[in-house]
């Protein structure tokens, strides 16, 4: 089992943590790798004990771990669980201790990309936040090589800019563009596609 009190020591979110003044530099892009590989040690877990515990294969994380691929939601959701924290303790940066308020100024998230969309995730200084807000931009254009999804809890999206095709469960695509929003439960298959040759930007928000 994960040592969760070696957790909370190291990275915060225990019920002991104390409020600390200011906020966080940013930083341009997140090693998700080696946020991954310091809760592994602190929770003392081998690579093949927290692949048993996350169901997720050794090789895979240590690639993560390695900066060789980017993980999907539903990779660090399994992770998470393995390790015995929610999936914004991976999310967010290694300062122990929360705040109570949080401010993410233009272009200071923290950036995470995978094939088919490019990450900035918000508020990433808030360990034990219950929601993970973040603005993706979709990359994909009209196709994608990916299979719907699912994970735990519940999401919605606000389109920003452009025009998607969002497919959840049975469903066919849905069309949306600016202005247009959807909730939904993320434990049903689920993924958004690019429509046209241009990027598109969501307002997304997941809550665990």
């Known amino acids: 089992m994960p040592d969760l009190s070696r957790l909370r020591e190291m990275f915060g979110g225990g019920p002991e943590d104390k409020p600390r003044d200011g906020i966080d530099a940013p930083t341009s892009r997140f090693d998700i790798g080696t946020r991954l590989k310091a809760l592994r040690v602190a929770a003392n877990l081998s690579l093949s004990a927290l692949a048993k515990a996350s ?8 690639k993560i771990e390695n900066g060789l691929i980017s993980p999907t939601f ?3 959701e399994k992770i998470s669980h393995g390790l015995g924290v929610p999936a914004s303790v991976l ?9 109570g308020i949080s401010l993410t100024k233009n272009g200071q998230g923290i950036e995470l990309d995978d ?10 200084d808030l360990q034990n936040r219950r929601m993970v807000p973040f603005v993706t931009t979709v990359t994909s254009h009209g196709t994608s090589s990916r ?20 497919m959840s469960g049975e469903n066919e695509r849905i069309a949306m563009g600016p202005g247009d929003a959807v909730y939904f439960d993320s434990n049903k298959p689920h993924l958004v596609v690019n429509r046209t040759s241009e990027q598109s930007r969501l307002l997304w928000v997941w809550l665990e």
């Open 91 to 99: 999310l967010s940066r290694g300062n122990p201790g929360q705040i």
């Open 147 to 166: 299979a719907p999804a699912a994970h735990k809890g519940e999401e919605f999206f606000y389109v920003l800019s452009g025009a998607v095709d969002f």
């Open 115 to 124: 094939p088919q969309y490019q990450f900035e995730f918000l508020f990433s």
């Open 74 to 76: 539903e990779m660090m």
């Open 55 to 62: 169901g997720v294969s050794k090789s895979n994380i240590s």
